[in-house]
């Protein structure tokens, strides 16, 4: 399994931009789908972004298209989700997720591994 950590979140206002950072720990980083998930009060944890295994190919919802970018480097054991324009319903903490599809995947229950989690608060 791996291990994860987030960071970069915090308090902003609409319009600006954040940079959330997921370090792994373990030799097979390369190897997983990588993900970011949020949860708003609430609310059920969403899908937000999914890279494969190579960074190559990704997937971002509908709800932040646009706006969000996932990328990994497989070398710094790293993932990001740069989040640009930033809106109030954007408010939630995030997570990063990896599975062992390598291809990554929007269900939440394909992801077997979990970071701790970096609030995000967008006020008006």
């Known amino acids: 399994q791996v291990q994860l950590v987030e960071s970069g979140g915090g308090s902003v206002q609409a319009g600006d931009s954040l940079r959330l950072s997921c370090a792994a720990s373990?030799?097979?980083?390369?190897?997983?789908?990588m993900g970011w998930f949020r949860q708003a009060p609430g609310k059920d944890r969403e899908f937000i972004a999914a890279v494969d295994f190579s960074g190559r190919n990704s997937a971002v919802a509908d709800s932040v298209k646009g706006r969000f970018t996932i990328s990994r480097n497989n070398a710094g054991n790293t993932l990001w989700l740069q989040m640009n324009s930033l809106k109030p319903e954007d408010t939630a903490v995030y997570y990063c997720?990896?599975?062992?599809?390598?291809?990554?995947?929007?269900?939440?229950?394909?992801?077997?591994?979990w970071g701790q989690g970096t609030q995000v608060t967008v006020s008006s």
């Open positions: 997720a990896a599975t062992r599809y390598s291809k990554g995947s929007r269900d939440v229950s394909e992801y077997g591994s």
């Open positions: 373990g030799r097979l980083f390369s190897s997983y789908g």
